[in-house]
């Protein structure tokens, strides 16, 4: 699996160039032989910058974005995957399926601490446990997805189907807009 202008290596035999805990969760999952690994400048880990700058279209990046609300006191957090070229309801869809009150993104500080990622680099593979998966329907058809590794400086190739595959993965009709 590649793109083009990036060089593709086997995720599961290059550990270095994920963050340990999603190395642990690919050691654990089945359908991480199928995934590939890419080096890139840490400057362009963003979507729209890393999509430009290495000539890719919006739509094969798959933006990991964690959102958390409250109801009675208990927090609840999920992790939902949108294709780059959508943006996730988070006031409606992800307030429903969360089921609480006011719905936000959480802060880059908590987000990081409690992933154990780099900011611009979340991936879905190796969250916390108790935190949901949900992937908007339009993710599992992406050919090749690129998504975060955990680390600024690399991204993860797979294809999108594979992400419906993901523990508790949720595949929602509508999650984006």
């Not at 802060?107 to 900011?119: D, N, Q």
């Not at 329907?137 to 595959?165: M, Q, T």
């Amino acid at each position: 699996m590649s793109l083009p202008g990036l060089t593709s290596l086997p995720a599961l035999t290059h550990p270095e160039l994920v963050a340990p805990r999603v190395a642990a969760a690919l050691a654990d999952w089945p359908a991480a032989a199928g995934l590939a690994v890419v080096e890139i400048d840490p400057d362009l880990a963003d979507t729209a910058a890393m999509s430009a700058a290495y000539d890719l279209p919006l739509s094969a990046g798959v933006n990991c974005v964690l959102v958390a609300g409250k109801r009675e006191g208990e927090e609840r957090i999920a992790a939902c995957l949108v294709r780059a070229d959508t943006r996730a309801d988070v006031n409606h869809t992800v307030k429903r399926l969360l089921d609480v009150r006011k719905p936000s993104f959480l802060p880059m500080e908590r987000a990081v601490a409690e992933s154990e990622m780099e900011y611009g680099g979340i991936t879905p593979v190796g969250l916390p446990g108790g935190w949901r998966l949900l992937l908007d329907a339009r993710v599992v058809d992406v050919e090749v997805a690129v998504i975060g590794s955990g680390l600024r400086r690399s991204k993860l190739l797979l294809p999108g189907s594979l992400l419906a595959e993901l523990p508790g993965a949720e595949v929602v009709e509508g999650l984006a807009g």
